[in-house]
């Protein structure tokens, strides 16, 4: 039987970001589920979600979504005992910084960018699109072609990710979590720093693995065929 996939994207955009890596999967033979982001601080969401991934073998999340993907792994180790494989693009479990996890966005920039996002959503979207795209040569063609797939998002919804990405740490999970965990991060990337890939590796859990690839933040977007070359070398791998 194909292995079964839930693909979660990022924060702001929508689904038809992660088309593309979608489509380049199911071409690998994987059964492949695009789900946008949901609020995961609601109890009652977050058990839907749960029972969704329960039926699936892998469990992939771009960005906010690969915190999601996290956060779901958990649950269901916890609620059915079953360790799914865990896949993050671009992500960081601890998105702003705190005492223990430094290498995040700073606690000043993100309310700025939370309050910039209150005052004018259209601009503040835009902006967050462009450092999506930022730190390789083809930024602006990346940008325009961002710009074509993003998808009109519920102003609550964009809200509820914002209060993920502020308060979700997730370290622990990682630290703990003794399923097998791929961690796979951008050079470039504008977002999340690549010395995240370094806190990563020294979680010492046992079946971390993290690689670090050239490419902005949105490398699952205009980079989709390397990273489902990744995602497939590393599901061979540990099957």
């Not at 649950?75 to 996890?101: D, G, H, M, R």
Request: proline content about 1%.
């Amino acid at each position: 039987m194909n292995q079964r996939i839930l693909l979660i994207t990022g924060w702001g955009g929508g689904t038809k970001l992660l088309n593309s890596l979608q489509q380049t999967l199911q071409q690998r033979g994987y059964d492949v589920e695009l789900i946008n982001i949901f609020n995961a601080l609601d109890d009652a969401v977050l058990q839907q979600y749960v029972e969704k991934a329960k039926n699936v073998d892998v469990i992939i999340g771009w960005s906010l979504g690969g915190q999601l993907a996290t956060l779901l792994v958990d649950q269901v180790e916890k609620q059915y005992a079953e360790q799914k494989v865990l896949i993050t693009l671009a992500s960081n479990p601890c998105f702003v910084a705190n005492t223990e996890w430094q290498i995040a966005m700073d606690q000043s920039t993100f309310q700025n960018f939370k309050q910039s996002f209150e005052n004018d959503a259209i601009t503040t979207l835009k902006k967050f699109g462009y450092m999506v795209c930022q730190g390789v040569e083809t930024t602006k063609a990346d940008f325009l072609t961002l710009q074509s797939l993003i998808q009109a998002q519920k102003i609550e919804l964009l809200k509820e990710g914002l209060a993920l990405l502020e308060n979700l740490n997730l370290v622990s999970i990682l630290k703990n979590y003794k399923g097998h965990q791929y961690h796979l991060q951008a050079k470039q990337d504008y977002l999340v720093n690549y010395k995240v890939s370094e806190n990563l590796s020294k979680l010492g859990a046992k079946f971390l693995d993290v690689e670090l690839i050239s490419g902005s933040h949105g490398f699952p977007v205009f980079k989709s065929d390397e990273t489902t070359d990744k995602i497939c070398q590393y599901l061979q791998k540990i099957n």
